[in-house]
């Protein structure tokens, strides 16, 4: 079982106190006293399951603004051309679904996680094994136009989506 240090309950603890702040959008004493404590105890619960490495890169600004631009920017924009690739789909064009075999180039756990989060987001595919083969890390993505293997299949699933999360999490 991981311990659980300092670094990660106080990342997890302000992480969690900001959510709290977004979800009550309230300021007055009593809210923020009880988000703190209730924050506080979801960390300590649950900081080791959440936080493996580097605990303080959020805290980064260049690192959290970059995070922040793929979140609202990037990311947005895959999303929009999945899903007008979708309506061809929906009216008539064929599919060829298959599973395909996408090779990853990010180290992170967490980057990893997060790019197989981003591609199962997007309409027409689904990330449905990550797997460590001989040192290279692949996915295996239910893709709803599968005429293409490897490489170019990975380009045309994961877009810029590894490059921009990479920037972030390596």
């Known amino acids: 079982m ?6 990660a309950v106080l990342t997890t603890c302000l992480v ?7 979800l009550t959008w309230s300021f007055r004493p009593q809210e923020l006293i009880v988000g703190a404590v209730v924050s506080l105890a979801a960390a300590l619960f649950s900081a080791r399951f959440l936080i493996h490495e580097k605990a303080f890169w959020f805290f980064n600004p260049a690192k959290f603004f970059v995070a922040l631009f793929y979140w609202i920017c990037v990311f947005p924009v895959e999303l929009v051309k999945a899903n007008c690739a979708m309506v061809g ?4 064009r064929k599919i060829n679904p298959g599973i395909v075999k996408v090779p990853v180039a990010l180290e992170s ?17 689904i990330t449905m094994e990550i797997a460590e083969e001989a040192g290279q890390t692949y996915y295996y993505v239910h893709w709803i136009d599968a005429l293409c293997d490897g ?8 877009g810029t989506l590894e490059k921009w999360i990479g920037r972030f999490w390596k």
């Open 151 to 158: 490489a170019e299949a990975g380009e045309a699933i994961k």
């Open 109 to 125: 756990d967490y980057g990893k996680a997060a790019l197989a989060n981003s591609i199962t987001l997007t309409p027409g595919t």
């Open 16 to 22: 969690c106190y900001a959510f709290w702040l977004l």
């Open 89 to 92: 789909y929906v009216f008539g």
């Open 2 to 7: 991981r311990k659980t240090t300092f670094p």
